[in-house]
């Protein structure tokens, strides 16, 4: 897995996150189909806003583009850390026997604050294209499996309240509310406050 530490382009600006509720989180994103300078400043600006939030993963509808892309700079279950950029993402998750599923919590950057528990799959893979549109694969478990499934949720016009019972999303949304002061609209372009005790593990 040592071959999945690509570089993530640096000089971006920090983007305020785009936040649930906002139509270009809810619906398919259009496909990347120029990798051009356009593309690759985008990308910057995601990775350093991903940065700034403490994120693990960030998909481009977070900050407002409607592209199916994102990046990530995310620990597997042994603590290897493995980042890249994937666009027009593809899952692939194991079937049958091969299939256990890990109930740990889950957050996002576009509901800061905010975790609970969500199952899935604990090995995830997902293809794609790069920067350069040549083909790309990552593939781990621990939270590289959860942050690999997530982000591409976002490439498909779903976020992980789409798959909580009314119960865990209402949770969610209430511990969300409870911290929503701490979040300005600008954030993490701005911060309001020192934002204590939040683990870094949305996305
Ligand atoms: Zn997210």
Redesign the pocket.
């Known amino acids: 897995m040592s071959e999945s530490l690509a570089e993530l382009p640096t000089g971006g600006t920090v983007r305020p996150i785009t936040r649930w509720g906002a139509e270009v989180m809810h619906h398919l994103p259009e496909p990347v189909t120029a990798f051009d300078d356009e593309l690759r400043s985008l990308v910057a600006d995601m990775a350093a806003t991903m940065y700034a939030a403490d994120g693990v993963?960030l998909?481009a509808c977070?900050i407002g583009r409607d592209l199916s892309v994102f990046v990530f700079d995310c620990p597997d279950e042994e603590d290897v850390h493995h980042r890249g950029v994937v666009c027009n993402p593809e899952l692939f998750l194991p079937v049958g026997r091969d299939r256990k599923l890990d109930d740990g919590d889950e957050g996002?950057?576009?509901l800061p604050g905010a975790f609970v528990p969500c199952a899935r799959p604990t090995y995830a893979r997902v293809q794609g294209q790069g920067l350069d549109g040549s083909p790309v694969s990552y593939a781990g478990q621990g939270l590289l499996a959860r942050c690999l499934q997530?982000?591409t949720d976002?490439c498909h016009g779903t976020?992980?309240g789409d798959r909580l019972n009314k119960r865990s999303l209402k949770k969610l949304n209430k511990q969300a509310a409870a911290v929503a002061e701490e979040y300005g609209e600008a954030w993490p372009a701005e911060r309001r406050a020192p934002v204590p005790g939040v683990p870094g593990q949305?996305?």
């Open positions: 993963g998909a977070q996002c950057l576009s997530h982000e976002h976020v992980f949305g996305s």
